[in-house]
């Protein structure tokens, strides 16, 4: 089992940056691939980004390409997301979630785990 953790989220301007952290516990981090997904207040929540066991396969969805760097530091046991050129659609409550594989998934459907969440305001 995992047990997930999210932090880094706040208030900042459109233009902005924000690092997301996911410390997990367990020492069979590595083993998990990890995803980043978010929920803005009436939508679905919906994959971010996502990363396989050795951080070399890696998926984004589109709206996020270029701005957002999904990483994970395996001897940490943590999975970060680093948030650039922020824009207010990006305002929402951000999960990192693990998923029972070493292979990444953009299906929220196939992580197990999940964190608490996190937000983040991005303000025009």
């Known amino acids: 089992q995992v047990q997930l953790a999210e932090s880094g989220g706040g208030l900042v301007q459109a233009g902005g940056s924000l690092r997301l952290s996911c410390p997990a516990s367990?020492?069979?981090?590595?083993?998990?691939?990890m995803g980043w997904f978010r929920q803005a207040p009436g939508k679905e929540r919906e994959f971010v980004a996502a990363?396989?066991?050795?951080?070399?396969?890696?998926y984004y969805q589109e709206s996020v390409k270029g701005r957002f760097t999904i990483s994970r530091d395996n001897a940490k046991n943590t999975l970060y997301l680093q948030m650039n050129s922020l824009k207010p659609e990006d305002t929402a409550v951000y999960y990192c979630?693990?998923?029972?594989?070493?292979?990444?998934?953009?299906?929220?459907?196939?992580?197990?785990?999940w964190g608490q969440g996190t937000q983040v305001t991005v303000s025009s």
């Open positions: 979630a693990a998923r029972a594989s070493i292979a990444s998934s953009v299906n929220r459907d196939e992580y197990r785990y």
């Open positions: 367990g020492r069979t981090f590595s083993t998990y691939a």
């Open positions: 990363i396989n066991w050795s951080g070399d396969i890696i």
